[in-house]
């Protein structure tokens, strides 16, 4: 027989699911925009690719669940460097990853607000990515 206090905690507990459900259905997905300066089938990108999705799902992120990663592969042509960099900054991300010195240089061309992550660059101090490294100052770090 169940007692009075379990027929509450079970009814007040599956009043709770429908709060519960929606509540995580509700939740916002992040969208991080990836700029990167190789061609996507090229090993050190796979490398690079898997590793940071890695990185995101020890953190708990998710690529199509809580987190929406849009790559632009410029395969080392500038032209599409510039035209990559302008539609990831209007399809507005929370953040931007810059793979390499040209790809950072160019999204901080392109935007002053969205927040650009770079990895793989040389000296960003020297190409006029960051003030210092201790405090990059901009959007860009």
Do not use: H
Not at 26 to 40: D, E, F, H, K, S
Not at 46 to 56: C, D, I, K, N, W
């Amino acid at each position: 027989m169940i007692g009075r206090r379990d027929c509450i905690t079970l009814l007040g507990g599956t009043a709770a699911w429908p709060i519960a459900a929606s509540a995580q259905q509700g939740a916002r997905v992040r969208r991080i925009g990836a700029l990167m300066i190789l061609a996507p089938d090229d090993p050190e990108s796979l490398s690079r690719v898997t590793a940071f999705a890695q990185g995101l799902q020890e953190r708990g992120w998710s690529d199509g669940s809580n987190v929406q990663i849009i790559y632009r592969w410029d395969s080392g042509d500038l032209a599409r460097l510039q035209k990559f960099a302008a539609e990831l900054v209007a399809l507005a991300p929370d953040v931007i990853l810059a793979s390499g010195d040209g790809a950072a240089a160019t999204l901080q061309q392109a935007t002053r607000t969205v927040p650009i992550v770079f990895a793989n660059v040389g000296d960003p101090i020297a190409i006029g990515l960051a003030e210092s490294l201790a405090q990059p100052g901009g959007n860009v770090s």
